[in-house]
T-cell receptor, first 114, second 115 residues
Framework: SAVISQKPSRDICQRGTSLTIQCQVD?????MFWYRQQPGQSLTLIAT?????????ESGFVIDKFPISRPNLTFSTLTVSNMSPEDSSIYLC???????????FGPGTRLLVL | AQSVAQPEDQVNVAEGNPLTVKCTYS??????LFWYVQYPNRGLQFLLK??????LVKGSYGFEAEFNKSQTSFHLKKPSALVSDSALYFC?????????????FGAGTRLAVHP
């Protein structure tokens, strides 16, 4: 499986500010995804990060709030914009390949918004 | 609507005893099925998957899972629990329609193994 790193691992932010989370993979992967895990809850898919084009967002998530970049096959960023306390969550990056069924997850970014 | 149910918020097991963490799903067709584990302050780790074939699949750390198509279940099992197995376990399904990106997760079950 791929080695996935995320930066920062955790952060405490003030409401109204924005935070950009980075996801780096040690090998080229076809698919990259961003998930949110709210406190005490399960994972919800935010969007699929598409290389060289706009991300594909799931229902309830919009580009203005969660802009995503994917400049190449090993790197993606998720920005949480104009944060509020409700954005306090763990944000996880995951990767997959079209010839494999399994998604692998990064260690997550723990975000607390005050 | 497609969904995954993990009916138990928490499962308590004594070390050395067998454990079962339950998962049922409501997804059309024959989805791919997965179990992931999340240790404190860690990301999700892949445990095992069912794609096709033998209904009993084996995975990491001695875990196995049994697929039952008629009951649409995919229960996670281990013959002898360890204290180090204590973690949060997620069942997930990938419907074969709707594109590769759709992993649907259950709510998670916290496993507590007592010495």
């Amino acid at each position: 499986s791929a080695v996935i790193s995320q930066k920062p691992s955790r952060d405490i932010c003030q409401r109204g500010t924005s935070l950009t989370i980075q996801c780096q993979v040690d090998s080229q992967v076809t698919m990259m995804f961003w998930y949110r895990q709210q406190p005490g809850q399960s994972l919800t898919l935010i969007a699929t990060a598409n290389q060289g084009s706009e991300a594909t967002y799931e229902s309830g998530f919009v580009i203005d709030k969660f802009p995503i970049s994917r400049p190449n096959l090993t790197f993606s960023t998720l920005t949480v914009s104009n944060m509020s306390p409700e954005d306090s969550s763990i944000y996880l990056c995951s990767v997959g390949r079209r010839d494999q069924e399994t998604q692998y997850f990064g260690p997550g970014t723990r975000l607390l918004v005050l | 609507a497609q969904s995954v149910a993990q009916p138990e918020d928490q499962v308590n097991v004594a070390e050395g005893n067998p454990l079962t963490v339950k998962c049922t799903y409501s997804v059309s067709g024959n989805p791919y099925l997965f179990w992931y584990v999340q240790y404190p302050n860690r990301g999700l780790q892949f445990l095992l998957k069912y794609i096709t074939g033998d209904n009993l699949v084996k995975g990491s750390y001695g875990f196995e899972a049994e697929f039952n198509k008629s009951q649409t279940s995919f229960h996670l099992k281990k013959p002898s629990a360890l204290v180090s197995d204590s973690a949060l376990y997620f069942c997930a399904v990938r419907p074969l329609s709707g594109g590769y990106n759709k992993l649907i997760f259950g709510a998670g079950t916290r496993l507590a193994v007592h010495p």
